[in-house]
């Protein structure tokens, strides 16, 4: 994590120049906070003890046209209205143009991150929570604003303020301004020591936090489970135990910020009053003006503040390391999957002439050691239909998954057209390819947008043609706002066989040459079968057909049924041909209850 913030410059570079202007109008306000106090000495010092201005200032009077101390004193009551007035409007500025660049910083390391998020493989994001993974998105990827408008400003701001100042203070008495100093040594003592500290504490108060999200996205997601076995009240405990967990992280950060802070104050408190000490005497020995004494104080307290700031940053930079460590922590993952070097673009081929597919010599596992498919080969021909059946944990669902690349075999190969897939690119690959699943995943959009999901540029003559294609459109158009009504998320308003016919709409306008359907009738009733796979064989037409299914009506015509078994293929052939064998797939239709096959 040495030197993470390099990392994070691209992000800040389109903005240098309002950077700039923040940093002018930094040095302004530090120029004016200087000048702040000048006004309360001239007044001490000269318009209530009645005594003349020195040469130095006699332009003053010149200013105010008069010699009398009631107009010089209009003038510096209102010099101290004015310099308040601009510094407040610099301040305000300040902190638009500021909030303004470091929202969108944030949002662009938050892109950044959710775009690389998309990227990864289907096994990174089935070994992580996807709570905590929106967290890192949504509040972790603030590190970069936190690191340069809550550590990197605020810290030339201090610095811009100190050398000023500190010029100032050591001209109006070189002895208290070395006193001033040395209450500063502390400060670095205690950045030492407690920044690894809240560095590490902060860290792991964003772990659980970010476990806390996960939990409650987990536990609402899932909700009808949790409701449907009565255990809301062990996933309220769960989600309090990690609360108390996460509070008593939150409580050891605090804990190290406190301890900093006392450190801090103390010195600060001590340099403080050995200044009125000091000082006092010097006003009583008459070798410092009151007026002096005043600004020294005003200064002073102006002056612990900025050191104060500096120091105090070590916890704001420790709260920013903490959340970009978990930010580049996901932007260091590999894309498992990703296009290689000069990867093709699949052109637009002729019907008939493309989805031509073979697994040659094909395993693969989703753990190290443990083989899912186990030298798989298999050749399909354009148009053909394959049906896929087996026990559960043969590795039917893994073996579709290969096609559209959401995983790579370990070993072999698997050939589109005469194009090993790996050396086409991954967005054009699916392009090709369309799904329908057991669990069709429908977004919070309209059911319009719904179905052109995959060709958003699909005209609405097409959408309601296709939505009719796949026996949709009659109840789309019985919904509130027809085809412009808003889906609930996942569909939760739909019944299963018109999500699933949405679905298939969406496949459908796709217009993909290769075609993968898992599991898409088990969870409907004969009527909404009938639909569906009315709809299905529309669908099936010209394309390269996988169907995953366990429902004889849905793989009784397919042109070739594949029987797998611990990860390989055991029987391949027609379901006429496979009912002759005395194999498993006879000992499933042997078992069939209704439409079914028994596993």
Known sequence: MNRWWLRLTHHVAPYTLRISVLVLLVLMGAGLTVLMPWPMKLIVDYVLTAEPLPENLAWLNILTGTTETTGLLAWLVFSTLLLFVVNRGIQVLKAYIQDGVGNRMMYSLGGELFDHLQRLSLRFHNQRQNGDLVRRVTTDSGCVRELVMGVYLPALTSLASLLVMFAVMWYLSPLLSVIALLAAIPLPVLIRLLTPRMTERTYVQQEYEGQLMALAEQTLTGLPVVQAFAQEGREEQRFRA??????????????????????????????????MAVGGVQVLNGTLTVGSLLVFLTYLAALYGPMETLAYLTSSYASASARARRVLEILDEDQEVKDAPGALVLAAHPSGQVGHISFEDVSFGYESGREVLHNVSLDVSPGETIALLGPTGAGKTSLVSLIPRFFDPWQGRIVLDGTDIR?????????????????????????????????PEASREEIVATAVAANADGFIRDLPQGYETPLSERGATLSGGQKQRLAIARALLKDAPILILDEPTSALDARAEALVLEALERLKQGRTTFIIAHRLSTIRNANRILVLEEGRISWVGTHQELIEENGLYRRFCSGVTGDRLKE
């Not at 699916?430 to 429908?442: A, C, E, G, T």
Request: glycine letters at 4%; hydrophobic letters at 45%; a positive charge.
């Open 423 to 455: 050396d086409i690119q991954v967005a054009s690959l699916r392009n090709h390819i369309s799904l329908v699943l057991q669990d069709p995943f429908l977004l919070p959009l309209t059911a319009r947008e719904n179905i052109a999901y995959g060709r």
């Open 242 to 275: 990690l609360s108390r967990s996460t509070i008593k992280a939150y409580l050891r950060t605090i804990t190290a910020e406190l301890q900093f802070t006392v450190g801090v104050s103390s010195a600060t408190a001590v340099g403080t009053a050995a200044m």
